[in-house]
């Protein structure tokens, strides 16, 4: 019997398929025996039937059922949660306001993600928690019975801080650090500290903020944001752009230690604000809290090295729920006794010392830790748009903010290309370097709350200033973040080097010739 021979390399030029290669080698070792198509063809070919008429069949399937079965699961939630907490799960309480506040903001996520236009890359659906969480306060039948009260809010967002920390001291590669020490030094300290001196003059000029809320407000506006940078960054990498010089491996190690540098200044600044000692006795303080931190993270960090041991069962889980709790305890425990320094820096310096002695392992403890983020992210911006209301926008001081954010903005991109000249880069890399710079989000929706709740609670006569610095922190992500990442998304692949193309190498596996 004649027997058709799967498509080989001289006949289609493009990768061989492994379900061919599999046939061409049964055929050549049993000539007699029938080849039998792999199942998974025909499969593979019957999928796209069955979900045309998903949609229409009775019970429905794929994505209608999906949306059924997620709205009864949502539902079901809050049942049990009301039928726990009682009043609370009702209109006007607590976990009624933050159960809406999440779910409006994770749909406002997804729904941004939908939002596909030609040649442009995705914007990030931080964006749209953000928005979803701005409308709900300005929308007045859904916001009056959207009450959380302020002890949540900020624990809520101190545990948020705590994960991007944690997420900040693991992502840091004591090896990558060595080989790029100057230059990734440089972008960590220099922009951040360039942009907080800068923001206090032009706030100060502009908009007479005095001296101490102006570097205040800088610190807040210093940070640049991992959950723009590390994504965007990583795609880059898979497509090869930008490897042979390392500027994705730069950008990621540096914004770690970027965030930490503008946590650290905002402690500092905001226990001189609100202090009613001496100023040498703040920084005393200050440099007190980060001793104790330094200190008490590096012993918790080695036991974190040793506990669990390498033997025991489910070990990342078991990790990453001690990383967790302590690091947590940490940051909560620390503003109670009031060592409110202390408690970001233990939880960097855990992260980083557990860290190196799991190695590979990290990875998976990273991956968990990012489950978690996914959980905390649309409450973080949910709740950061829900304390902005255009009421409080009035039109003379959103436009001194814009005009003070842009021009703060511009000397920190001016100074990251000067502060990565003489090392290697091209002209076209450091203006690309320079632009990655620039998108804000997760710090500034952290710190900005902060400011405005520390004020209410402790110097009600400091509220307009620390409004101000709130509208600063929103309009810094919603200007910044969608801005930033679609200027790397549409830059990088023009301005940097490829390194390798993913689909080349795919297309490039050896051909069989049957003779």
């Not at 060595?178 to 030094?185: E, G, P, R, S």
């Not at 001196?197 to 205040?216: R, T």
Request: with cysteine; proline share 6%; aromatic share 10%.
């Amino acid at each position: 019997m004649s027997r058709r021979l799967p498509r080989c390399g001289h006949c289609n030029p493009s990768a061989l398929d492994p379900h061919d290669a599999f046939r061409i080698i049964q055929v050549l070792s049993d000539p007699n025996e029938e080849t039998e198509e792999p199942a998974q063809e025909h499969t593979e070919e019957a999928i796209p039937r069955v979900g045309d008429k998903s949609c229409f069949s009775c019970p429905p399937q794929g994505t209608l059922n999906r949306i059924i079965t997620d709205g009864v699961m949502l539902s079901m939630i809050w049942c049990i949660i009301w039928l726990l907490s009682g009043s609370e799960a009702l209109p006007g309480g607590n976990i009624f306001g933050l159960l809406i506040i999440f779910y409006s903001a994770f749909l406002g996520g997804k729904l941004l993600q939908f939002i596909q236009l030609p040649s442009v890359p995705p914007l990030p659906p931080l964006l749209g928690m953000l928005l979803a969480g701005f409308t709900i306060r300005n929308i007045s039948f859904i916001s009056k019975h959207v009450k959380i009260h302020s002890n949540w809010s900020s624990t809520l967002r101190s545990t948020a801080l705590t994960v991007i920390l944690i997420r900040a001291g693991l992502g840091l590669d004591p090896k990558i650090l060595k080989n790029m020490k100057a230059v990734c030094l440089r972008m960590a300290f220099g922009p951040c500290i360039i942009e907080a001196c800068s923001a206090a003059v032009f706030s100060h000029f502009i908009m007479n903020f005095p001296w101490q809320w102006g570097f205040l407000l800088g610190f807040v506006l210093g940070a640049v944001s991992p959950a723009v940078v590390v994504p965007s960054m990583l795609c880059l990498q898979d497509s090869g752009y930008g490897v042979d010089k390392g500027i994705p491996t730069l950008l990621i190690a540096a914004s770690s230690m970027d965030d930490v540098v503008a946590i650290t200044g905002f402690n500092t600044l905001l226990s001189m604000v609100f202090s009613t000692g001496s100023v040498i006795n703040t920084i005393l303080s200050s440099l007190w809290d980060s001793f104790v931190g330094l200190i008490i993270g590096s012993v918790f960090g080695l036991f974190v090295q040793y506990f669990p041991s390498g033997d025991q069962a489910r070990l990342p889980m078991k990790r990453a729920f001690l990383v967790l709790s302590m690091c947590t305890s940490a940051v909560l425990g620390s503003q109670y006794i009031g060592l409110h320094g202390s408690g970001g820096l233990f939880t960097l310096v855990l992260s980083l010392i557990a860290g190196i002695k799991w190695s590979t392992e990290k990875i998976r403890v990273q991956n968990i830790i990012a489950n978690a983020w996914k959980i905390f992210e649309p409450l973080l911006f949910g709740l950061v748009g829900s304390e902005v209301s255009i009421s409080s926008l009035e039109s003379n001081s959103l436009g001194s903010c814009i005009i003070t954010l842009s021009l703060a903005l511009c000397v920190r991109i001016s100074a990251a290309f000067l502060l990565v000249s003489f090392s290697g880069f091209s002209f076209k890399e450091k203006v690309f370097i320079a632009l990655s710079w620039m998108p804000k989000a997760t710090v500034q929706a952290v710190l900005g709350p902060l400011a405005l709740e520390t004020a209410r609670l402790t110097a009600p006569h400091l509220e307009a200033y620390a409004k101000d610095v709130m509208t600063f922190a929103f309009l810094a992500i919603l200007l910044t973040a969608p801005n930033g990442a679609l200027l790397i998304g549409i830059l990088g692949p023009k301005i940097l080097s490829r390194h390798y193309d993913p689909n080349k190498i795919r297309s490039s596996l050896p051909s069989f010739e049957v003779h």
